[in-house]
Structures are given as C-alpha cells and as structure tokens.
C-alpha cells in the first residue's frame, strides 16, 4: 500500500486557479499509472484525470481544457493544475492509483464560490 497526502485546496472564485499536490510513498512510485479524483457533497466520488508512467494523460469532459495533470516522479509527487473554475468544481479532491488501488488519503478541499 501506498500514503497519499494531498495538499493545495482552498477557496478561490469562479475563474481562479489552484494547484494541488499529491505526495506518495514507495520506491516504484514513477511505474503507476495516477489518477485525481474528487468528490462533491451528496455525489459519488468520480475520476478527474489520469496520468501514465510515460506521462500520457486523460481528462473527463467536465474537466478537459481547464485542468491539467502532470508528475514528478523524482519527487514521488502528482499534480492538478486548476485553471478556470467553476462551482461546481467544488469538491474534495483525492489522489489515488489508477484504477484505485490503495487506501484514501484525507483528500483536500476545493471550494469555488463568489
């Protein structure tokens, strides 16, 4: 099992940024495939975006165009950038393996409002 702490949340308004962080344990880190996820009140948890070892990356159409996943895997660290938000991107947001593999980590806040 991997740690996952996640960082960067915050309130921001409608057409801000943010840039999550998520920091993982482990040694073979730079061999899974990532995903961001988030989780908005009274909704399932959904899958935002997924990056590959090889740094290929997918996005949900929600998502596509304003956000952006990359990694660093010298520093066992996957980010979000979030650009353009919205409120409904409002959510707590979570790294985890894709497909998800290890426990949650706390996840971290992101609230878009005016």
């Known amino acids: 099992q991997v740690q996952l702490v996640e960082s960067g949340g915050g309130l921001v308004q409608p057409g801000g940024s943010l840039r999550l962080s998520c920091v993982t344990s482990?040694?073979?880190?730079?061999?899974?495939?990532m995903g961001w996820y988030r989780q908005a009140p009274g909704k399932q948890r959904e899958l935002v975006a997924t990056?590959?070892?090889?740094?290929?990356?997918n996005y949900g159409d929600s998502v596509k165009g304003r956000f952006t996943i990359s990694r660093d895997n010298a520093k066992n660290t996957v980010y979000l950038q979030m650009n353009s938000l919205k409120p409904e991107d409002t959510a707590v947001y979570y790294c985890?393996?894709?497909?998800?593999?290890?426990?949650w980590g706390q996840g971290t806040q992101v609230t878009v409002s005016s």
């Open positions: 985890n393996r894709f497909p998800v593999y290890d426990n």
């Open positions: 482990g040694s073979i880190f730079s061999i899974y495939r």
């Open positions: 990056i590959t070892s090889a740094g290929t990356t």
